[in-house]
């Protein structure tokens, strides 16, 4: 059973405009969520991250949401660029519990010129 | 920088044959993970360990077995290769104290035929 959801495989946005997205989970003694980028070939790379108890968390062109209430986390960035092509996997953890990460099966997300 | 490194990046060998995915990390982490992801999917944890002469199961049974005897060396093994264990294979690493920011390496992906 999938604690944490992608639900979109992939997403188009053109350049410049903002890319959204989405994330769901079902755990919620999750308190931890991070964003993973990775392109093809490579392992992900860090993103951002937010505690459970912030609602967002921003760093430079990208930002995350998160509603607890919904079970919900969302990345925005803004504006999109050619170089954010990749795929984006969402992650959660319990902190207080073990130390794994919990991973969804990741959004592609393509920037259109 | 992360520096964390896997070798071979790709291996095609034939059914039976033994193997051992190598990963090492120079930055003196503790943590050190294997995950294994398919195409479209989440990354799943298969081994995990805390440090030296440490190693645990992750969530998704493997065939493999890890060992840790040196902090950054924590290599993988398939006594017995069956196309059921093609798949990519990531290493990751963390600083006990950066709560959950993982570093990856590249990954190996394996093709067993």
């Known amino acids: 059973d999938q604690q944490v959801k992608q639900n979109s495989p992939s997403l188009s946005v053109q350049e410049g405009r903002i890319s959204i997205l989405n994330c769901d989970y079902t755990n919620s003694m999750f308190d931890y969520f991070l964003w993973y980028k990775k392109y093809p070939a490579e392992g992900p790379t860090f993103l951002i991250s937010i505690s459970s108890i912030k609602d967002k968390n921003e760093d430079g062109r990208f930002t995350v949401f998160l509603n607890k209430s919904a079970k919900h986390l969302s990345l925005h960035i803004v504006p999109s660029q050619p170089g954010d092509s990749a795929v984006y996997f969402c992650a959660a953890s319990e902190r207080g519990r073990d130390d794994k990460i919990i991973f969804g099966k990741g959004t592609r997300l393509h920037i259109l010129p | 920088e992360a520096d964390i490194y896997q070798t071979p990046r790709y291996l095609v060998i034939g059914t039976g044959k033994k193997i051992t995915l190598e990963c090492s990390q120079t930055?003196?982490?503790?943590?050190m993970y294997w995950y294994q992801q398919d195409p479209g999917m989440e990354l799943h944890l298969i081994h995990y360990?805390?440090?030296?002469?440490?190693?645990e199961k992750g969530d998704l049974s493997s065939e493999s077995t890890v060992s840790r005897i040196r902090t950054e060396h924590f290599p993988l093994t398939l006594e017995s290769a069956r196309p059921s264990h093609t798949s990519q294979y990531l290493c990751a690493s963390r600083d006990k104290w950066s709560y959950n920011e993982q570093f990856f390496g590249p990954g190996t992906r394996l093709t067993v035929l």
């Open positions: 360990s805390y440090g030296v002469n440490s190693t």
């Open positions: 930055m003196g982490h503790d943590k």
